[in-house]
């Protein structure tokens, strides 16, 4: 079966821009998570979307904003785009909150 | 706060030997505890987990401890190969919310 799809794999933004990133889970996963990569910073959570509800939210800011489709389908969006959010955005989904994670190869998002 | 905390940032192993990952949490709250191993630009991949209710689960080459009392986990890879060279993340989920706590990683290289 297809594995967690990521869209777009690299992108390029400039300071306060918007830009919106995509996630479909693995056929049947109802919850997805967003997590920030960043050196030394490790996997950093942003939120977690179970049946088109946020389930759970990570300390960022308000630019940070998600949400999920019927079709389990994610989007993530951060408007004002900072330096300091040039990341790996990793995207992860599961059958329920309670199961293992399968992750998705991430969007780099860089902000020049 | 860091609650789940891998102070080695980086560990190197001669092939063969015993390659030893740690991981220290300090939330009681957590109950089951995850491995993810990840190569550069893919997402991270699920290596092994264990309930809090048990000290020790073994999977082939690797096997992780857990120490409640301590707070404290250890992943053991014997005998260490090539392929395990990759940044390796401890994980702990929370039994009230589900959510699951990354550290910041610890890069393992595998020494021929």
């Known amino acids: 079966k297809a594995g967690v799809t990521q869209t777009p794999r690299y992108l390029i933004k400039t300071r306060g821009q918007q830009v919106t990133l995509s996630c479909s889970p693995i056929s049947g996963h109802r919850s997805v998570s967003w997590y920030q990569q960043t050196p030394g910073q490790g996997l950093q959570f942003l939120f977690e979307?179970?049946?088109?509800?946020?389930?759970n939210k990570g300390n960022f800011p308000g630019r940070f904003s998600g949400r999920q489709f019927s079709n389990s389908r994610s989007e993530m969006n951060v408007s004002t785009l900072e330096l300091g959010d040039s990341a790996l955005y990793l995207c992860a989904s599961s059958l329920t909150s309670r199961s293992g994670y399968t992750f998705g190869s991430g969007t780099r998002l860089t902000v020049v | 706060d860091q609650q789940v905390k891998q102070n080695s940032p980086s560990l190197s192993v001669q092939e063969g030997r015993i390659s030893i990952l740690n991981c220290d949490y300090t939330?009681?709250?957590?109950?089951?505890f995850l491995w993810y191993k990840k190569y550069p630009a893919e997402g991270p991949t699920f290596l092994i987990s264990i309930s809090s209710i048990k000290d020790k689960n073994e999977d082939g080459r690797f096997t992780v401890f857990l120490n409640k009392s301590a707070k404290h986990l250890s992943l053991h890879i014997v005998p260490s190969q090539p392929g395990d060279s990759a940044v390796y993340f401890c994980?702990?989920?929370?039994?009230?919310?589900?959510?699951?706590?990354f550290g910041k990683g610890t890069r393992l290289h595998i020494l021929p």
């Open positions: 939330n009681s709250m957590f109950d089951y």
């Open positions: 994980a702990a989920r929370m039994n009230r919310d589900d959510k699951i706590i």
């Open positions: 979307y179970f049946s088109e509800t946020q389930r």
